[in-house]
């Protein structure tokens, strides 16, 4: 005869046993409606790739759907790498300028540009410009035709006033809507300590405004001659990364008053030597550099000139620096690219 105490136990067991049945009991239930639900969602899913399948024109193939998408991601791919690789046998065969397909319909073909060139102008340089627009840089029909036919676009590059709307800034909005021939940086103020900063603002617009395979930077001073200067950078149009000037190095100043200062001279060790750099005069980079500028605007310090700072940007990183002694403007030679007057 069992006693209460062991009734009571068996009870108490009989009452968790239940308990716990239907505690499993639920889990399993809700178990089997989240996995019938995600099979569900799985079935919409292929379902609703196979329609798009069918309704492509490829239903009768033997293959997956998803198979079939990575063949048609593939088939793109190849026709984005012919279509470079005939870019490239084009870019040989006329010269310099290489056909680039523009738009995303594809309906019209346009020759991607070789280069943009910034001249880097201030207030108070009228003559210096029209000495320029005289000697090498075309105004009117003939900048769109050297555009046309040579993918060279030119453009006098000027910041604004820290005086925003005063007479050095309508001068140079009255000479620009005469001229067309201006890139005006309305978030640059212009002052010596910011050409820098200007010159990157340069590289900046530029690449965000004109697809071109290199960017150059020139003074309001020099002399190009375009024919050299698009033989050379068509020599280089298979590097990807490249920085082209004449190349230099230079004492850093660190004595306050001097012309060619440096604030961060202590940066540069105890020789106190510059890093190689290209000469400010004229220099270029390719695209792909111009990008890294614009991408990385916010970080990219500038020192106290503007070619120091072009040459610290490139240091670390996989660039290939051209040392061109056509680059070299002291004198103006056969062949040269430019001459400073």
Not at 22 to 28: G, S, V
Not at 52 to 74: F, M, P, Y
Not at 78 to 103: C, D, I, N, W, Y
Not at 131 to 149: F, T, V
């Amino acid at each position: 005869m069992r006693s209460r105490g062991s009734q009571s136990r068996l009870s108490g067991y009989s009452f968790g046993s239940r308990i716990s049945a239907l505690t499993f009991a639920m889990i399993a239930t809700m178990a089997t409606i989240y996995v019938a639900g995600r099979l569900w969602q799985d079935a919409e899913s292929r379902v609703y790739l196979i329609q798009e399948h069918k309704r492509n024109g490829q239903g009768q193939s033997a293959i997956s759907v998803d198979d079939t998408l990575k063949i048609i991601e593939c088939r793109e791919q190849s026709k984005k790498l012919s279509a470079l690789e005939m870019e490239l046998a084009a870019a040989r065969q006329e010269g310099f300028v290489p056909k680039h397909t523009s738009g995303n319909d594809g309906r019209h073909s346009t020759k991607r540009l070789l280069s943009v060139i910034g001249i880097i102008t201030t207030f108070g340089r009228r003559k210096n410009r029209d000495a320029i627009r005289k000697a090498w840089m075309p105004s009117g029909a003939a900048m769109k035709k050297l555009a046309h036919e040579k993918g060279i676009i030119v453009r006098f590059v000027i910041g604004r006033s820290a005086n925003s709307g005063d007479s050095l800034d309508r001068e140079i909005e009255t000479e620009s809507s005469q001229t067309k021939d201006f890139i005006i940086l309305d978030n640059q103020v212009e002052a010596p300590e910011e050409n820098a900063k200007k010159v990157k603002s340069f590289f900046i617009h530029a690449v965000d405004n004109w697809d071109a395979e290199f960017y150059v930077k020139v003074n309001d001073d020099v002399y190009v001659n375009l024919d050299a200067l698009g033989a050379v950078l068509a020599s280089h149009l298979d590097k990807p990364r490249v920085y082209i000037g004449c190349m230099k190095s230079g004492e850093v100043f660190s004595e306050k008053g001097h012309k060619w200062y440096e604030p961060d001279w202590w940066k540069f060790g105890d020789g106190k030597s510059y890093f190689r750099h290209a000469s400010g005069e004229v220099y270029v980079i390719s695209k792909a550099l111009a990008q890294f500028i614009s991408v990385n605007r916010f970080i990219l310090r500038t020192y106290s000139h503007d070619d120091v700072s072009s040459g610290s940007w490139f240091i670390g990183i996989d660039v290939k620096h051209i040392d061109e002694r056509k680059f070299c403007c002291s004198s103006w030679s056969s062949g040269a690219i430019c001459a400073a007057v």
